[in-house]
């Protein structure tokens, strides 16, 4: 139970990788706030987690927000350390490439308003919600902070822009940078770097591909099979609990061994 009675604020919740950090951290006994814009969906994950973890202690509860908005930001982490007196842990998901026509358009054929828009998508959430919860961290003097970078960050996708590889490039240095400011507060800032991960946003693209593309995909990563959210999770939940407490300004690769 290495979340028990923690306080854990998640973004991008309702699916993907932010979901499957909220299913782990609540069955191992945190209160998870989930974070989303989609209220509906948002809705079913939170009765989901709480349908199915009442024996662990854990709970999830929903908030409704848009994580690129300073004002809803900055009023969701004051409820939330009014509500519950502290907040340990901050997952950061907010991000992607699939917001533009052509996720994998080479730099002449991305447009100003393209590259704009995934810099923004991919880079002020984060900032927002970081810049929100470190005041309450520091008066703490505890926290973990879990960002998601990319291996398109290390210019390693052939799948993407380089618009988002500049955005994830920029989570990673991000992290580096606030884990070497916090660390005096007792505040633990690092990152995951997925490679392609079957989400339910980018399975059903993948699964659209030609056999002999996703083939392909699967020989080129050591162990043999494309990511899942859970395989995300994992490490991410790692980063974000007490094991990793010795752990920080690192961004770790989930790639399977790309």
């Not at 989303?36 to 662990?56: C, Q, R, T």
């Not at 926290?143 to 590889?165: F, T």
């Not at 959210?229 to 974000?240: G, N, P, T, W, Y």
Request: charged content about 20%.
């Amino acid at each position: 139970m290495r979340f028990q009675n923690k306080i854990a604020i998640i973004t991008a919740a309702a699916s993907g990788i932010g979901r499957a950090s909220a299913d782990i951290m609540a069955a191992e006994g945190a209160l998870v706030v989930m974070v989303d814009k989609d209220e509906a969906k948002l809705a079913n994950a939170v009765a989901a987690i709480n349908g199915s973890i009442a024996a662990h202690g854990g709970a999830a509860e929903a908030m409704p927000a848009d994580a690129l908005d300073e004002a809803q930001v900055n009023g969701l982490i004051a409820d939330v350390a009014r509500r519950h007196g502290r907040i340990d842990i901050l997952v950061n998901a907010v991000g992607g490439s699939t917001i533009i026509a052509d996720p994998a358009a080479t730099t002449e054929k991305l447009s100003f308003q393209e590259w704009q828009a995934l810099l923004h998508f991919n880079l002020t959430g984060t900032f927002l919600f970081t810049h929100a919860v470190l005041p309450v961290m520091q008066r703490q003097k505890a926290g973990k902070i879990v960002n998601l970078a990319s291996i398109a960050g290390r210019g390693l996708s052939e799948a993407s822009s380089s618009a988002y590889a500049a955005a994830k490039g920029g989570i990673a240095a991000f992290t580096k940078k606030l884990a070497m400011e916090q660390g005096q507060h007792g505040i633990n800032v690092n990152a995951i770097a997925p490679a392609t991960t079957l989400t339910e946003r980018i399975g059903p693209r993948w699964h659209q591909k030609p056999p002999e593309e996703r083939e392909a995909d699967i020989n080129r990563t050591p162990l043999r099979r494309m990511g899942l959210a859970s395989d995300q999770a994992k490490v991410l939940c790692f980063l974000a609990s007490s094991d990793a407490d010795f752990v920080t300004g690192l961004t770790i690769d989930v790639t399977g061994g790309i």
